[in-house]
């Protein structure tokens, strides 16, 4: 998606070879028009898939899940994270490793909210070691429902987790791939 490129390119801050901010549009301040076309983006992407729900993680997908949901006409769903073990009988859970916050946490969906039968399109913002997306495909299994598949704003391609969930079988759709990133730079595939 050639406006988000632009965008990261003019506003993404690198941090260190693997991590980049991009707080003043997608993860502190939200451009919300950019993110409305973003939406558009994933929704011409899976609207032939009967989509029922969109999953996300709080809290930074929840912005591009909602108004991604606008177009699919769905309620969003997002897991929320918390540091107990406990795996109360009403949730569905699943552990995750967190790259950002370098620490497990566990993450939880009430048995309420995801349903056998349910079509959920998981949509994320960062794609960095897939951790995030295959603890929310392992509820959505848990759930009985089926995952159609994964829409990522950045996917790092230069991390692990785009082959891991691709491998998984997961049908992933990035709108913008960094192939690396640096001081000097930022290339996309
Ligand atoms: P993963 O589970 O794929 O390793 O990481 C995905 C999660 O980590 C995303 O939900 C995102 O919040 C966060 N994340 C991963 N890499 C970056 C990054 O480079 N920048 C920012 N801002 N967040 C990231």
Redesign the pocket.
């Known amino acids: 998606m050639e406006e988000l490129k632009q965008r990261i390119l003019k506003d993404g801050i690198v941090l260190n070879n ?6 003043k549009f997608l ?1 502190h301040q939200l451009d919300i028009t950019l993110l409305d076309n973003i939406g558009s983006e994933f929704y011409h992407h899976f609207m032939d898939q009967e989509i029922t729900k969109i999953l996300t ?1 709080e809290a ?2 929840i912005a591009v899940a909602t108004l991604t949901a606008l177009y699919f006409n769905v309620p969003v769903v997002f897991a929320r994270k918390s540091e107990s073990i406990t795996h109360p009988e009403d949730k569905y859970s699943a552990d ?5 916050h370098e620490k497990q946490f566990n993450i939880f969906v009430s048995r309420e909210y995801l349903k056998p039968g349910d079509k959920i399109l998981v949509i ?10 295959l603890g929310m495909a392992r509820i959505v299994h848990e759930a009985g429902a089926t995952l159609v598949g994964a829409g990522i704003v ?1 996917e ?1 391609s230069f ?1 692990d ?1 785009g082959k891991l969930v691709r491998d998984a079988g997961i049908n992933v759709f990035s709108l913008a791939r960094i192939k690396n990133m640096s001081d000097s730079g930022i290339t996309f595939l």
Do not use: H, R
């Not at 693997?18 to 707080?23: L, P, W």
């Open positions: 693997s991590v980049i901010k991009v707080d993860n993680i930074s997908g995750v490793y967190s790259f950002t994320d913002d960062f794609l960095a070691n897939g951790q995030a997306l950045i790092k991390q987790g």
